[in-house]
């Protein structure tokens, strides 16, 4: 089983539309869970750390089900900017000595006017 | 202003030939990570440090090399015994600790390594 995994799209939406993105997570022990957003050819951004009680940051939502080890990230009236793709990142040894991140392959977006 | 630097953006290099790249942060960050991403695949560790003067090996370190002598700096080397090294380098940096939020990692903008 894939550590972080994604559908990796693309969703290909109007501007205005609400779209959501669900990613699931194969580490029980995970206590960091990330949405980054990474442009064409450019570095991954970090969009919103992702909280037990779930969250919320303008248009963006994240949720977060630790029993079924599922994230979610619901993006509402998109806009033609949000055209990227949006990758799941959780953190397996929050608290340890590593700190290390897990990358999901990321599900593209593009927004049509 | 604060931030993750990497260069050069973009590298040529000939098949045999060693490669350094490099990454510089004024984050005042602990620690400070290589990764490698190909297309259509997700971001793989390559090396990571937590702390000057230590590092340790990710998921596919071999061929690759690194320093940490300075906190500031995490140069990545790619040897000639990378079998496949064209992709996209990105170094990030996090705070390190145990404080919730130290492991938010921050990215440079990436280095495209093309082997001719």
């Known amino acids: 089983r894939k550590e972080v995994e994604q559908d990796p799209g693309p969703f290909n939406v109007p501007e205005g539309a609400t779209v959501a993105f669900n990613c699931t997570y194969s580490?029980?022990?995970?206590?960091?869970f990330f949405w980054y957003r990474q442009d064409c050819r450019k570095e991954p951004k970090l969009l919103m750390s992702?909280?037990?009680s779930g969250n919320e940051d303008g248009r963006f939502t994240a949720q977060l089900n630790r029993a079924s080890q599922y994230i979610s990230l619901l993006i509402r009236d998109s806009k033609l900017s949000d055209s990227a793709t949006y990758l799941c990142?959780?953190?397996?040894?929050?608290?340890?000595?590593?700190?290390?991140?897990?990358f999901g392959k990321g599900t593209k977006l593009s927004v049509k006017p | 202003d604060g931030g993750i630097t990497q260069s050069p953006k973009y590298l040529f290099r000939k098949e045999g030939q060693n490669v350094t790249l490099s990454c510089e942060q004024n984050?005042?960050?602990?620690?400070m990570y290589w990764y490698r991403q190909d297309p259509g695949q997700g971001l793989r560790l390559i090396y990571y440090?937590?702390?000057?003067?230590?590092?340790q090996k990710g998921d596919i370190a071999e061929g690759y090399s690194v320093s940490r002598e300075k906190k500031e700096s995490f140069p990545l080397t790619v040897t000639s015994a990378q079998k496949n090294p064209t992709a996209f380098y990105l170094c990030?940096?996090?705070?390190?600790?145990?404080?919730?939020?130290?492991?938010?990692?921050?990215f440079g903008p990436g280095t495209r390594l093309t082997v001719l």
């Open positions: 990030a940096s996090s705070p390190g600790g145990r404080r919730q939020g130290t492991d938010t990692q921050y």
């Open positions: 992702v909280y037990s």
């Open positions: 990142v959780v953190n397996v040894n929050y608290g340890g000595s590593q700190g290390n991140l897990i």
């Open positions: 440090s937590q702390i000057v003067n230590d590092f």
């Open positions: 984050l005042n960050h602990d620690a």
């Open positions: 580490n029980s022990a995970s206590q960091s």
